[in-house]
């Protein structure tokens, strides 16, 4: 999830993309559990390790496990699809409560079954690094759109630079500053650190942006 990328203008070569998912997972809201584990996930769970499962056998094994209609069958497996193939390490994606709307910085998938594969548990998942929280007024109309999706995951149909998050990132989430090694730095490099996190807050690349505003407010909780 280190890997700069250009995401400005929707150029040919971008491969930055962005997705909403929903945080209700077995009818029980998950944004604190996501937020403080820093994952993401999908239910399902029933299905084993999706990498060890080819695709044309997800349906197969849907239709055995869980009793879907035609409709859900359809939605479950373009869920799947998205989750486990589409989305990429570096991709974003929001998750969002009655106020904020969350970004975060996608992992690869995982597939967790230490607790079980009980249908009220989450095994389907990819952790997330959380940059920061930004108020639901504040988004724009293209990312309310993608937010008001009632798709379990929906991508962003736009080129990011359109969702323009970094306008609004304005507060870290305090998960993430719990997570902060204690390392000791000399206040000569710290200094220099900042002093190049600030100027990356220029860059051209909405990325390098968010991630550099997200470093200086985690550095200002401290």
Partial sequence: MDNYVHMNDGEEGDTVNL????????????????LEDNFIGIAWSGLGDLEHTPPEQWKEQLVQH???????????????????????DGDYVLISDDEWTYVGDIGDYYYD???????????????????????LAELNDKVQVLRNDSSILAK?????SEAQLDRGLAVSVASE???VHTTKVDEATVQAALHVLKEALHSEEEELRVRAASAILQYAKL
């Fill in 113 to 135: 079954d230490s607790s079980g594969t009980e249908d009220d548990l989450i095994c389907h998942r990819r952790g997330v690094t959380w940059l920061g929280r930004i108020p």
């Fill in 177 to 179: 500053a719990n997570n």
């Fill in 19 to 34: 997705y909403h998912i929903l945080t209700t997972v077995y009818g029980i809201n998950r944004v604190t559990s996501f």
């Fill in 156 to 160: 962003f149909e736009h080129p990011i």
């Fill in 66 to 88: 869980y009793s879907l209609s035609e409709t859900e069958l359809t939605s479950a497996l373009a869920t799947l699809h998205m989750f486990a193939i589409l989305m990429q």
